[in-house]
């Protein structure tokens, strides 16, 4: 599972593809806030005060690309509330589409 580390300043944390049918954020760490933003949708970058998801330690957020469609490719950006936190990444591809 890809990780991100993310700090007080914003970043990017993940760029998708085409192929790309479920994706699920975890913040891994055990305190502070994370605080998600898909700049595909929004265009802004994230802050404290301006962002789409947040996820308290523990917390996981899942998208699916039949229920929230293509923009859950993102690209996608994340900023913590205090030092420094853990972005846990589950990616599922689509299964294999070859002709038989």
Known sequence: MPTATVTTT?????FGTSDLSA???????LSGVLYLRNKKSSGTTVSLS????????????????AVDGDGIAGPWEA??????????????YDGD???R
């Open 50 to 65: 301006e962002y789409d998801h947040s996820l308290r330690p523990g917390d996981a957020l899942g998208f699916t690309k």
């Open 10 to 14: 914003a970043r990017d944390v993940y």
């Open 79 to 92: 900023i913590a509330d205090a030092g420094s936190i853990t972005l846990e990444i589950l990616l599922v």
């Open 97 to 99: 589409r070859r002709r």
């Open 23 to 29: 994706l699920t954020f975890r913040n891994g760490s």
